[in-house]
Every structure is written in structure tokens, then in C-alpha cells.
């Protein structure tokens, strides 16, 4: 080797054999992480060393163990850095300028942060990382530790892992990160080794504890310290069910993801498909805060790649996720904290105020703040908390569950404080607490004007200079924090810059602190801020977020019992959102509350009844309340009907409200005659060609379709379709409605290749206008796999993708949501049809049994279901329990709509079946005889249904030796078949080689 290749090999070995051991306190772990694996990418030995000595272990001696390992120190610093412990005043000089002075060979540093060090940390020589480049950063760094690196080696040390000051690719609404958070480090790191060693799409963890422990803390400072492992990082505020979902529902647009895709819904849907597969992101970060209500955690904890963590003070996460029950503070940490925050306070008085709140971080929080803000000693601090008599403290505040009593007291003290010296400061307090707690939009007060705030509230739509003063009065006593705005262009209702968040206890504390006669005027300005608020347009997707938050200041803000109209329109506005975003569960809570405040103040005659009554009977009806619903749109009819001149077109849409609610009880023929009526009306009052006559058309046809006369709702669906398309437009998604009806009446009416032509063409159309996941697309797509399989398409193919569809249904409706059951009924007919009668067993009885949870008893989709669980039954060889429970949907489907009902005549042809299987060929031939007649008038000779009853018959007549006739019956149906489905369709085949047709019922709640 030659000696310039001698050099360069020593040169290379001892670049290799360089070792360093970086020294950092947990809050740097970004940056040690990032020095870390540049380093390593560089060939050099490198050990993460996290330090924290306790106080009471002497500086140098701390130090001189890190001496004990091999290679340089390399000391991550900043302010932070110097205050751990706290160590005495001037024990880091001495150590710098002794210790560290005389083994200055073995140390260097970097400074990460832009405050000074202190001049003795000059002997360590550290570079300044702060406010530079990635590239820089790398070469201070380098330049530094003397690891010499040629330009491309440099380049690819940067390569593969994130700069500690750049964000994630997606980074949302995570609370700014504490300078004084302590402590937590083995928490913290226990939390990161157990969310990196959980199997794929388990990795959540619930941090659960009382009140004031820190939980939120946690979260956030885990989002900032290991940012760096994620390339997303979304914080959901989940305080009430609609702000969690919409919350959650934004991240969607963020991964590129369509925003208008059937709401919070649609989105999350797609969200969490989009999570799971971990495409465009699979380094995930979702942090739900302040989730306690499990309701809905199966239908949206995501799954996949990434990590997921949720605060809550609800113990049974247990049931979803691993648990870690948050602790206090260990002292050594509540005392760190207490010296880090009150300056003046000594070790000994720290530990005494410590043990006095019991370790609890929201209590030292506020002690250290009110501390250090105020001229207050220490002695008299705690003199005063144990001598509650002396303060105007309100009675009931003497416990807050396992909060120290202490405290409370404490809270006593300051307020009392401050209304000596920043009264300013305590309204803006009283203004809080007339929000909800948590996140708070409190700079929409400042949007009130001036005129209708009284007199000693008017400072605040003056000038900033004393709104700005008093809310940094708040912040610098800990009692709020204000919250990042993140959130370009979503329109929400956030306060401007002036959002802060104010934890659930202090809220609940202060409102009671600060509790004044006047308190009703501060709820008057938060209503009136919250009514500025309202875009007033509750059914646009895109002011959906205002909404989520609007909604949850309702009721503290006493909106609900609010008569000035603009207020009120607000509340309305509210519930419609609620409706129209698929809220339904928080729609019907609050829609009652709304309705019992108004009845004791306003008549019928008011005209925000009806658009609340729409709204709630549609919350009520799509979240299974039907019997609910239909009682509260009667009475909204009966208090119509007392007025003198009733609104026409509000009396059309109640009555529509109405034939709506009687379809899903079951009432068709009431419905249907209902429908014809308002449809009739409507021509007349509104026109043709108004949006809301073609929605009554558009129902007529439901109507008509319910009760299986498919060519006439054929004809009014094809009509609404042409009028839409004039009226409103090709793409709108009402005329896509239309459409897709078209298509279900085709394929009702037996003509298969019709209807899937139509429905193709229109599901190409709901995806290019809605997306692939909104929620009328799925409805389509499940329309055009019926379509396929009717027109005897690949069986195999449809199969899966009708299980896939039914995952996506049971995500985003549950497992009890009619739409669900429809498709979970059509999934099992077809699984049965294709041999696997074990699944489709259990999937036809957990259809049967949520419809009669949903419809009770007497009703026709739970009836008509038993005929196909009777067919399950058949396929198992149980003639018997199949033929039983055939009788009874043949029976009681006659009973409820008739015998010349579709669903009865199929009930009829399987029922037929089963007579012939037990050897009742007599009452087969019966049946099917009558059945046949009644099948040509009412669907014609050439409908599938009619077939199948005929081929049906002609078994039946074979077995009885009428061969003649079998005959005669069994030419007609196979020439029939061949004409109209074609030779190869599989239904023809069947018939063809003997095998008797049964029919499977598929419900429709219309």
C-alpha cells in the first residue's frame, strides 16, 4: 500500500474510532437524538446519555462520573441545563471553572437555545446551534468535535432523520411546549419504549389520573420531545363527542385527503383508512386530550403504523388500550419545580410547600406562580393555606375529589390578590369561566360592541394595551395558557390570538371564586361574542369546525334560555349542524335541552319550532329514536294547525317530516299517501322545479318503491332526475341521488344490465364530485355491487368487496345503524348463496337482531328477515326450523302489506320451498299457483321474482306427477330467462340444470 494510502486508511480508522458520550437533560432528547445519529452516520461510537443528578449529589462529583466513560463529553446546553436540580447559587461556576476547567480536554459542548449561558461555560468552547441551518448546524457540530467529513459524507450524515428545528411534515394544534415542564423522564421514556414495542395497530396508550396531575402535560411534552420520530404529529381536543370528531376529521385534508368528503364522518373514514395503511405518512403521532367518554373509541382509534395517546380520566380505557396511571410528582421534582418557578424560595421552604399540596403538579403550578408573581413570604403562604377561616372562601369548595384541600385555598389567596391589584385580570377570569372548560375562544368578547358592554367592561373593545395586560396577568400566574393558532383558513371560532386553555379544575374552582351578582351580564357578552361567531351556515361542510366549538359555550353561556332572537338563531344553527354533519347523538341531547328551555317562554307561533323540530326529529330518527321522532313531528303538526295562517312551506316540510318517520315504522301506504299529497301540494305552492318540491318528488318515489311498485317510482325518479339536472346541475349531489334511485328501480324491477350501466356511470360521477368516501358514495358503491351480482358478474371479486364495504360501514355508522344492517343482511344472503353458511349464520342473526332493537317486533324488515334466516336454515339441513320460519314471514308480511307485496310473494316462493321439503307437495302447488297469479299482476310475466315462483311451481307439480304441465311451465321460464337475462346468466343456468330458485329479502328503510 502506498503511503498516501497508508495515510488515508489512519486517517478513516481514526475517524471510526472517535467516541463520544452525549450528555443532555430529557427536555433536549430532540437534539441529542439528532447529534446522535449524525454522528453515527459518520462511523463514530457515539452513547446517549441522559443526566439529571439530584440535588443533594455535589456538582463535581456528577460530573467526574461521566469522566468514566470512554471519549469526549459532549454537553447538550442551554438555560434549561443549568437549572437542573436547582443547584445553589454559583455551585456551576465553580464546578466550570474548577472541574470542568482542569479536564477541559474531555468536554465539549453546543447550545441549543438563545438565552445566555453563563460566562463560565465558556471553558466547554460550546458552538451555537440555535437559529441555524440544518447544513450549518452540522458543521459547527463537526468543526467542533474536530471529525473531519467530506462534503458528501456530510450530506449524507443529514440524510434520514429530522433537524430538531424543523417540524413534522403535519403538526397540529399541539399545545406550545412548557419551558417549566419537569421532570416525568422516566415516564416519558417508558411511554416511548412501550408505544416503539407494541405490535403493529395496538400502540396506544391511555394516561389516566385524577384531576391536576399533569396527564395533558405529559402528552404535550411527549409530542415535542420526540417529535422527531414522527412525520405527523395531530392533537385532538376531545372535551365534547362533536369537537373530538371534527378535531380528529381536519387531519384528513392535511394528508391530502378530501375535506368536503361526507363531513366528520366521511372524513374520518378516510382518515383512518389513509392511517392504517400508513400512506402518504406511516410515522404517525394522535394525541386525544381529555377523551373520558368511550362511546365512539372502537369506530375511531386509528390503527396502523403509528402511535396513539389519549388523556382521559376514564379507567376502562383498559378495554381498548394499554393504561398508565399518571403519579404525582416524586419530591425531588415538585421541589425542583417550586425553586425553578419561585426564585426567592428556598430548598427547605419548597419541600415544606410541597408536602403541603401533596406532590400535586396543578397545585405547585399555581404556588410557584403566585409565588414568584407575588410580594408574599413563604411563611405567610402557608400560614395562610392552613388557615382557611380568614378567607372568603365559598362554602362547597372544601374538597374537589382527591384535589388537596390545600389548594383550594391557595386558588382563595390569589384571587383575592388579584382583585386588590389587577381587577382588570379578574373580570377577564369571570369572562372564563362562562365559557366551557379547556380550550376557550375568549377573544370573541372582544367583537361585542362597545355600546353593549356596561361600563366597567368596555376596556375590553378599547385598545389591545389593557386586554393584552390583563390576559398576561392570567398566563403569568398559570391560571390559563394561551393556545397556538395553527390553522390557516378553516374559519374556526378560535378567538384570534386570544384562545386560551383553562384545565376542567381551575375552571370549576374559579367559577365559584369569582362568582359575582353580575355574573349574568358576563354570560350576556360571551352569548353575544359566540352569536358574532356564527357564520350562519350550518349545512356548509366548510364552517362545520366553527360549529364544534360554538356549540360546546352553549349552555354555559346560558344561550339556551337567551330570547333575543339572534342568540337563539345561534343555538338553532347549532342543532342543524348537528343534523347535517351526522351528529345525531349530540343533535338529540341537545336539541332537547333546547326544546325544554323554549316552552316555558315561547308560543307556538314562533317560527324557529319548525326548523328545530326538523332538525331534532332527524337527529332522533337516524339514531334509532323513531317512535320518538314520530310523536315530536306530530306535535309540531298539531301546534300548526292551531295557528290562524300557518307558513305553507313550513308546513309541507313538517308533513314530509312526517311520511318520512311513517316509512321507517313501517306505515308505507300511510307514507306513500302522505307523500302524494305534499308532492301535490308543493306544485302549487312552491313550483315544479323548487328545490323543495323535487325533494317531496324524490320521496314520492321512495315512497312508491317501499311498496314494491317499482315502475311507477321508476317513473317519478326519472322525472325528479331530469328536473334536477335543468334545475340545479348534472354534478349537483341531488341530482347524483336521483340517479342512483334510477338505477335501484332498474334493478328492482329485474332489469340487471340496465341498472348497472346507470349505476357505473353514476358512481364514476359521485367520486369525481364527492369523493371516494363520502358517505353517498359508499351508499352508490353498494348499489353497484347489487347491480354486479344481479347481472351475474365475478362472484369472487364482489364477495370482497363487499366485506371490505361492510368494515368501512361498521367504522364509520356501527354495528347497529340501519345502513349497516342493510348491507350486513345483503352480505349474508350472499355469502349463503355462495356455500359459506357458517359466516353468512352470524352475520343474517346480528341483522335480525339489531333491526328488531331498532324497529320493534310488528314491522316488516324484521319480519321478512326471518325468511332469511330460514333459508340459512335450509342450507343446514334443518327443513323443519326453515320451513317454521317461512310461515311466519310469509304470514306476517301478508298481514302488515298485503299479499300482492313483493317481499310477500318472495316469502311466499320460499315458503313453498319449505312446504315441499317436509312433503307437503299438495299445499306447495297451492301456494305457488296463488302466488304466480298474484306475481304476474303485480310485476309482470317477464320479472325475475315471477320466474322463480313459476320454476318453483313446476317442481312442485313434477313431484305430484303433473309432468305436462311441469313441462309446459319449465320451456315458458327458460325461454323467458334466455330473453331477458341471456342463456349465461347464472340464474338461467340454475334453472336450466334443475336447481329450484329461492328469493332473498333484502331490506329498505327508505
Known amino acids: 500500500m502506498s503511503a498516501q494510502g497508508q495515510a488515508l486508511e489512519a486517517e478513516l480508522t481514526g475517524r471510526q474510532d472517535r467516541s463520544f458520550v452525549i450528555v443532555y437533560p430529557g427536555y433536549h432528547r430532540h437534539w441529542a437524538t439528532w447529534i446522535h445519529r449524525t454522528l453515527e452516520r459518520l462511523g463514530c461510537q457515539v452513547v446517549l446519555q441522559r443526566w439529571g443528578p439530584p440535588r443533594e449529589q455535589p456538582l463535581e462529583e456528577a460530573l467526574a462520573d461521566l469522566l468514566l466513560a470512554d471519549g469526549t463529553v459532549l454537553l447538550v446546553l442551554s438555560e434549561w441545563f443549568f437549572e437542573l436540580g436547582p443547584r445553589k447559587e454559583g455551585e456551576w461556576d465553580t464546578a466550570l471553572r474548577g472541574f470542568v476547567a482542569t479536564h477541559r480536554d474531555r468536554f465539549a459542548a453546543v447550545n441549543v437555545t438563545s438565552p445566555a449561558l453563563p460566562t463560565s461555560a465558556a471553558v466547554v468552547r460550546p458552538v451555537e446551534l440555535w437559529g441555524v441551518s440544518a447544513d450549518e448546524a452540522v458543521r459547527r457540530l463537526l468543526n467542533r468535535l474536530e471529525v473531519d467529513a467530506e462534503p458528501a459524507e456530510m450530506a449524507d450524515a443529514r440524510e434520514g432523520h429530522r433537524y430538531p428545528r424543523d417540524t413534522p411534515d403535519v403538526w397540529g394544534d399541539v399545545p406550545r411546549r412548557s419551558g417549566d415542564f419537569t421532570g416525568r423522564d422516566d415516564l416519558l421514556n417508558s411511554l416511548q419504549q412501550r408505544l416503539m414495542d407494541a405490535e403493529r395497530g395496538t400502540a396506544a396508550i391511555a394516561l389516566v389520573g385524577m384531576p391536576g396531575i399533569g396527564k395533558s402535560a405529559i402528552a404535550a411534552e411527549y409530542a415535542h420531545r420526540f417529535s422527531s420520530d414522527y412525520d405527523v404529529v395531530w392533537w385532538v381536543n376531545s372535551d365534547a363527542r362533536g369537537t373530538l370528531r371534527e378535531r380528529f376529521s381536519e387531519l384528513a385534508p392535511r394528508l391530502g385527503l378530501p375535506a368536503e368528503a361526507g363531513g366528520s364522518g366521511g372524513r374520518i373514514r378516510a382518515l383512518r383508512e389513509a392511517l392504517r395503511r400508513g400512506k402518504p405518512y406511516g410515522r404517525w403521532l394522535i394525541i386525544f386530550d381529555g377523551w373520558d367518554e368511550l362511546t365512539d373509541a372502537e369506530a375511531l382509534l386509528p390503527e396502523g403504523d403509528g402511535h396513539v395517546l389519549i388523556t382521559s380520566r376514564n379507567r376502562n380505557w383498559s378495554r381498548f388500550t394499554d393504561v398508565v396511571t399518571v403519579p404525582g410528582f416524586v419530591r425531588g421534582e415538585s421541589t425542583g419545580y417550586l425553586m425553578r418557578r419561585a426564585r426567592n424560595i428556598t430548598a427547605e421552604e419548597a419541600d415544606e410547600v410541597a408536602r403541603e399540596l401533596e406532590d400535586v403538579p396543578l397545585a405547585l403550578v399555581q404556588a410557584a406562580a403566585f409565588l414568584n408573581q407575588s410580594d408574599m413570604a413563604v411563611p405567610e403562604y402557608l400560614r395562610m393555606t392552613r388557615e382557611r377561616g380568614s378567607l372568603d372562601f365559598p362554602v362547597g369548595l372544601e374538597s374537589a375529589g382527591d384535589y388537596p384541600a390545600s389548594s383550594l385555598t391557595s386558588w382563595s389567596i390569589l384571587i383575592n390578590q388579584l382583585r386588590k391589584d389587577n381587577p ?112 350562519g351556515t350550518p349545512q356548509d361542510s366548510r364552517t362545520w369546525p366553527v360549529y364544534s366549538e360554538l356549540l360546546l359555550h352553549i349552555e354555559p353561556s346560558g344561550a339556551l334560555t337567551s330570547t333575543g332572537n339572534r342568540v337563539r338563531k345561534t343555538v338553532l344553527n347549532c342543532v342543524q349542524y348537528c343534523s347535517a354533519s351526522a351528529e345525531y347523538t349530540t343533535g338529540v341531547t341537545l336539541g332537547a335541552r333546547v326544546r325544554e328551555h323554549w316552552q316555558a317562554t315561547f308560543p307556538p307561533s314562533d317560527p324557529m319550532w319548525v326548523p328545530l323540530s326538523l332538525s331534532q326529529s332527524l337527529c332522533l330518527r337516524e339514531s334509532g329514536q323513531i317512535r320518538a321522532a314520530h310523536e315530536l313531528i306530530r306535535e309540531q303538526l298539531a301546534d300548526l294547525d292551531e295557528l290562524d295562517a300557518p307558513d305553507a312551506a313550513a ?356
Not at 362562562?434 to 375590553?460: K, N, Q, T
Open 651 to 1006: 308546513v309541507l316540510s313538517v308533513r314530509q317530516a312526517l311520511a318520512v318517520v311513517l316509512r321507517r315504522l313501517g306505515r308505507y301506504g300511510e307514507s306513500l299517501e302522505l307523500s302524494r299529497e305534499i308532492n301535490s301540494a308543493a306544485q302549487e305552492v312552491l313550483g315544479p322545479d323548487h328545490v323543495s318540491s323535487l325533494v317531496f318528488r324524490n320521496n314520492l318515489g321512495v315512497a312508491l318503491r317501499q311498496l314494491g311498485r317499482y315502475e311507477e317510482a321508476y317513473e317519478i325518479d326519472a322525472e325528479t332526475l331530469r328536473r334536477r339536472e335543468r334545475a340545479l346541475s348534472v354534478r349537483d349531489p341531488s341530482t347524483l341521488v336521483s340517479g342512483n334511485n334510477c338505477a335501484y328501480d332498474l334493478r328492482l324491477m329485474g332489469k340487471f344490465s340496465e341498472a348497472l350501466a346507470r349505476q357505473e356511470l353514476g358512481m364514476q360521477m359521485h367520486i369525481q364530485v364527492l369523493g371516494p368516501d363520502h358517505d353517498q358514495t359508499l351508499f352508490a358503491r353498494h348499489q353497484l355491487l347489487l347491480c354486479r351480482y344481479r347481472a351475474g358478474e365475478d362472484r369472487e371479486e364482489i364477495g370482497e368487496q363487499l366485506g371490505l364495504l361492510l368494515d368501512r360501514y361498521r367504522q364509520v355508522y356501527g354495528r347497529s345503524f340501519y345502513q349497516t344492517l342493510n348491507l350486513v343482511t345483503d352480505y349474508g344472503n350472499f355469502l349463503r348463496e355462495v356455500g359459506d353458511t357458517a359466516q353468512a349464520s352470524r352475520l343474517i342473526a346480528e341483522a335480525e337482531e339489531g333491526y328488531r332493537k331498532l324497529l320493534g317486533q310488528a314491522h316488516p324488515v324484521p319480519t321478512g328477515m326471518q325468511s332469511s334466516f330460514g333459508l340459512i336454515l335450509r342450507a343446514e339441513g334443518d327443513t323443519r326450523g326453515a320451513l317454521n320460519l317461512f310461515e311466519q314471514a310469509y304470514f306476517g308480511l301478508r298481514t302488515l302489506l298485503g299479499p300482492d307485496h313483493p317481499w310477500t310473494l318472495g316469502c311466499a316462493l320460499n315458503s313453498a320451498a319449505g312446504r315441499q321439503d317436509s312433503g307437503r307437495g299438495d299445499e306447495a302447488v297451492e301456494l305457488g299457483r296463488d302466488t304466480l297469479d298474484r306475481a304476474r299482476r303485480t310485476l309482470g310475466d317477464d320479472h325475475l321474482l315471477t320466474l322463480s315462483v313459476m320454476s318453483g311451481l313446476a317442481t312442485d307439480l313434477r313431484s305430484l306427477g303433473e309432468e305436462t304441465e311441469s313441462r309446459k311451465l319449465d320451456e315458458d321460464v327458460l325461454s323467458r330467462l334466455t330473453r331477458t337475462l341471456g342463456m349465461r346468466h347464472p340464474q338461467t343456468i340454475t334453472i336450466r340444470e334443475g336447481a329450484r330458485p329461492l328469493w332473498d329479502f333484502e331490506p329498505n328503510l327508505g
Open 424 to 535: 382588570r385580570a379578574v373580570q377577564l377570569l369571570t369572562l372564563c369561566t362562562v365559557f366551557a372548560p379547556g380550550r376557550i375562544p375568549l377573544g370573541l368578547v372582544r367583537a361585542v360592541p362597545e355600546s353593549e358592554l356596561p361600563e366597567d367592561l368596555r376596556w375590553i373593545a378599547r385598545g389591545r394595551a389593557a386586554w393584552t395586560q390583563a390576559l398576561d396577568v392570567l398566563t403569568n400566574f398559570s391560571v390559563v395558557s394561551l393556545e397556538p393558532v395553527e390553522h390557516g383558513g378553516t374559519g374556526r371560532a378560535d378567538g384570534g390570538e386570544d384562545r386560551v386553555r383553562m384545565h376542567r379544575l381551575v375552571h370549576s374552582i374559579a367559577s365559584q371564586l369569582t362568582a359575582t351578582e353580575d355574573l349574568e351580564e358576563y354570560r350576556r357578552i360571551v352569548r353575544r361574542g359566540l352569536a358574532e361567531a356564527d357564520p
